[in-house]
């Protein structure tokens, strides 16, 4: 219930920045020094922004349990967003993306099939369904190019999660990951820059900060926690 309630803010809050109405200061009626006050809907504004943006880098996570080395995964994402300028120098954005993310990290543990050890190595995979909702703030939005840092938070719904497992005496398993909770948060941080308005390049860090719970002796890591870090290079275009 409280993540429903989580989720349901945090929509609440972007439709209310991107959609909200906009109060202009109307002067063509009246003396110049009494304007009056208009609200100027969102089908009347100009400022609205759609576009498509993707991109790849890097994920890892912060674990809660002691592994003998973290490995970097490949990661990629890809999606939809709606931006709105609040000024010349900020702007909100909200984004809808597919984004394929996970871990990937190797473990030295006894051999119950010999007096040894063996080295184990244990990729995760996650795919979510993300909404982050940023506040880019930069230069005029006038200008040819236009650069800015970004920040927000994100929220993500749990498509699926797999696992595949690979061991230096040559036994390995594969599977679901039964038991990761179904939504994740964090916060965003990066910069990027733009051309025309249109054409944007940015990096971005997400830094999740729920802590993952894993419930599965499959994959080795029964009630064990850990928290999503991806850094990657997203690229889009606004019409």
Known sequence: M???????????????VLFGEKVEIDTSKGRPDSPTFKY??????KDYR????????ISTSDFGFAVTEKKTKPVFALGILFDRPLNSYISARIEGLYFYKGFCVKRIEEDKYSSGSKEVVTEANLSY?????????GTKKENLWRHYFLGG????????????????????SQGDLAEIDNYDYGMIIGAGTTFKGRAFLELRYDMGLKDIMINSKQALMEMKTFKNRTLWLAFGIRR
């Open 40 to 45: 100027v809907r969102p089908s009347e504004q």
């Open 129 to 137: 369904l993300e909404f982050p909702l940023l506040f880019c703030v």
């Open 153 to 172: 938070f994100q929220f993500s719904y749990l498509l699926s999660a797999s696992y595949i497992t690979n061991s230096s005496s040559g036994d390995g």
């Open 50 to 57: 759609f576009g498509i943006i993707g991109g790849a880098g």
């Open 2 to 16: 409280k993540k429903k309630i989580l989720f349901c803010l945090i929509i609440s809050l972007a439709f209310g």
